[in-house]
């Protein structure tokens, strides 16, 4: 084995910065928790308003991204098996969110510190 470089990565590792191809793909820090979010897109037969934003939201993170093959690729098959084109799918992206639409806060939280919201005396 090659010793290590500067980096700590041995030379033609992925770190290294030598060679191109799959060698090159970075990991992405949500990967884990995106994945998730595309296997319940996988499973939904007929998108509901959550599941187009969460694909569109999710197309938009990894587009480009020089990794994530399996989330891309996966992304790409629910398009398909929902009938829709990337422009299709933000066309009505755009009119869910013209509509009014918002997201509810994460885990039902209030916005804020304890502070801001505890009762004060006079």
């Known amino acids: 084995m090659a010793p290590p470089t500067a980096t700590g990565s041995a030379p033609g590792s992925p ?3 030598a060679g ?9 820090p949500l990967h884990a928790l995106d994945r ?5 897109l ?12 969460n694909a569109a939201r999710l197309l938009m993170r ?16 629910v398009l398909r098996l929902w009938g829709l084109s990337r ?3 933000h066309a ?12 509810a806060p ?5 916005v804020g510190s304890g502070f801001d919201t505890t009762d004060q005396d006079g």
């Open 62 to 77: 990894y587009q480009g991204f020089p990794g994530a093959g399996d989330i891309q690729d996966d992304l790409a098959k």
């Open 92 to 103: 009505r992206t755009r009119a869910i969110w013209a509509a009014g639409f918002r997201p």
């Open 36 to 40: 998730l979010e595309v296997d319940r």
């Open 106 to 110: 994460a885990g039902g939280e209030a």
């Open 20 to 28: 191109a191809g799959a060698g090159d793909e970075q990991s992405h």
């Open 87 to 89: 422009h299709d799918l």
């Open 15 to 17: 770190r290294d910065g």
């Open 42 to 53: 996988l499973a939904a037969e007929t998108p509901t308003d959550e599941h187009l934003l």
